[in-house]
């Protein structure tokens, strides 16, 4: 079992930046791959990046690359979401999760835990 506590979300303008962090217990952190997702009104849950289990390895969707970081230390259970240069369409609960596996992916089917989610609203 693997609970996950997502903090940091809140409302900031288009170009500001937001630290998404998500505290994991349970499981041997360093053992699986976490990642982050979003989910806007009236939308389908949608993946944003992902890391593998040193954190040598990061993935991200194509609307977030360049302006979002994923990362992780694992001495603090914790894995993060550094986003930069906010658009009002990164309007969204954010919620991590963590994988079945050690290895990264995009595939929300592989991620078998989830944290509450945590709101992030960009006004223009």
């Known amino acids: 079992q693997v609970q996950l506590v997502e903090s940091g979300g809140g409302l900031v303008q288009a170009g500001g930046s937001l630290r998404l962090s998500c505290a994991a217990s349970?499981?041997?952190?360093?053992?699986?791959?976490m990642g982050w997702f979003r989910q806007a009104p009236g939308k389908e849950r949608e993946f944003v990046a992902t890391?593998?289990?040193?954190?040598?390895?990061?993935y991200y969707a194509d609307s977030v690359k360049g302006r979002f970081t994923i990362s992780r230390d694992n001495t603090k259970n914790t894995v993060y979401l550094q986003m930069n240069n906010l658009k009002p369409e990164d309007t969204a609960v954010y919620s991590c999760?963590?994988?079945?596996?050690?290895?990264?992916?995009?595939?929300?089917?592989?991620?078998?835990?989830w944290g509450q989610g945590t709101q992030v609203t960009v006004s223009s």
């Open positions: 999760a963590a994988s079945s596996y050690a290895s990264y992916s995009q595939r929300i089917n592989t991620y078998a835990y």
């Open positions: 349970g499981r041997t952190f360093s053992t699986y791959a």
């Open positions: 890391i593998n289990w040193s954190g040598a390895s990061t």
